[in-house]
């Protein structure tokens, strides 16, 4: 499978944004979705993942609890990130990660086989 993210962007602190994961080939139900992100000069750090199919689990790093929400539209083919409350700290690039048939939804990167290219949010003070 091959994961688009959608263009991340500028925006300032307590606005909101959100990202898509569009994934090419068959069988999207069937991937675990995760976002991940990198700030410069950090490790790349889990954000949110839902599993499988319909979605039902999702998890989310302890920094975006209560403000980030992630989905799926398996009709679509793509993966959502809704980004609320936005801080200067959520500046980062943001990777989309796709794993098959995984159990749950994965803080894990090295569990991903497939990674989306990376987008830029930048949030301004």
């Known amino acids: 499978v091959q994961l688009q993210a959608s263009r991340g962007g500028l925006v300032q602190a307590g606005g909101s944004l959100r990202l898509s994961c569009a994934a090419s080939g068959r069988a999207f139900s069937r991937y675990v979705i995760g976002w991940f992100r990198q700030a410069p000069g950090e490790e790349r750090k889990f954000v949110a993942g839902?599993?499988?199919?319909?979605?039902?689990?999702?998890d989310y790093g302890d920094s975006v609890k209560g403000r980030f929400t992630i989905s799926r539209d398996n009709a679509k083919n793509t993966a959502y990130l809704q980004m609320n409350s936005l801080k200067p700290e959520d500046t980062a690039v943001y990777y989309c990660?796709?794993?098959?048939?995984?159990?749950?939804?994965?803080?894990?990167?090295?569990?991903?086989?497939?990674w989306g290219q990376g987008t830029l949010v930048t949030v301004s003070s």
């Open positions: 839902i599993s499988w199919g319909g979605g039902a689990t999702t």
């Open positions: 990660a796709a794993h098959y048939y995984g159990e749950g939804a994965t803080r894990f990167s090295h569990e991903y086989d497939y």
